[in-house]
């Protein structure tokens, strides 16, 4: 009891991933979500994921009363 589990992970991209967990399960479920996401990213439309945080920005903006993108 008192024992971490010290998890480093590096994706195919080269960033590296750093985590502490009680358990070897909750270990080895994180590692696989890092890699996940990056499946998951590889697969997604990059211009397509630009444009919505574009737009979610503006949104935001609006909400604040601030000054609008055009």
Do not use: H
Not at 13 to 28: I, P
Not at 34 to 49: A, G, I, Q
């Amino acid at each position: 009891m008192g024992e971490w589990y010290n998890v480093e992970v590096t994706d195919s991209y080269g960033s590296k991933y750093q985590n502490y967990f009680e358990t070897y399960v909750e270990a080895g479920d994180w590692i696989f979500s890092v890699w996940e996401r990056e499946d998951w990213f590889n697969s997604v439309d990059k211009d397509e994921l630009l444009y919505r945080a574009i737009q979610d920005c503006k949104k935001i903006d609006e909400e604040n009363n601030i000054t609008k993108i055009m």
